[in-house]
């Protein structure tokens, strides 16, 4: 269905620790083709875009995993886009939270919005985990010692956010 967002779990639950994936991500590409989330055992960071489901690793590499890999958390859409943006120069994520809030209409602040955001990028940093084994350890969040950052410069690609409006606190991000 267009204009709607579907969400597999709550960010509190998988920063809780529950990894275990009860939705594949076949199940998943029949409501959307555009969303962000993660693996089962918090394997990797999942991107879709235009219906291909990306796992980005911890090592820096980016696979396409079967669509019967299943996730315990996942934001996903049918992408349709209402307006499109220039942005010339946007040095941080402060300044794109910024741009894409400013692109929000003032009525819409209330409603999740899906952007995908296309270019060249002087720096493009990825976060991921290694993926853990069961049984999942439940604690509140993933430490930052856990968590592997690559930063790549000069590439081309495509980033997927998704805002979510205030209220959403604590069920997502």
Do not use: W
């Not at 820096?60 to 958390?73: D, K």
């Not at 307006?83 to 602040?109: F, K, M, N, Q």
């Not at 993926?131 to 930063?151: H, N």
């Amino acid at each position: 269905m267009e204009k709607t967002l579907y969400q597999v779990s709550t960010l509190q639950s998988l920063m809780m620790g529950n990894y275990y994936g009860f939705v594949s991500y076949d199940e998943l590409l029949k409501l959307g083709d555009t969303g962000i989330g993660t693996f089962e055992g918090l394997d990797g960071e999942m991107i879709t875009v235009d219906g291909v489901v990306y796992r980005a690793k911890a090592d820096g590499s980016v696979e396409v995993p079967p669509t019967s890999a299943l996730t315990p958390y996942c934001v996903m859409a049918k992408f349709v886009p209402e307006r499109t943006l220039e942005i010339d120069d946007c040095p941080d994520y402060a300044s794109l939270c910024r741009v894409l809030d400013g692109a929000v209409p003032a009525g819409e602040r209330n409603l999740f919005h899906i952007a995908k955001i296309t270019g060249e990028f002087d720096t493009a940093l990825t976060r991921s985990v290694v993926g853990k084994v069961p049984p999942y350890e439940l604690y509140d969040g993933v430490a930052p010692s856990e968590q592997i950052r690559i930063s790549m410069q000069d590439v081309g690609g495509t980033a997927i956010a998704v805002r979510c409006p205030d209220y959403m606190d604590r069920l997502n991000l």
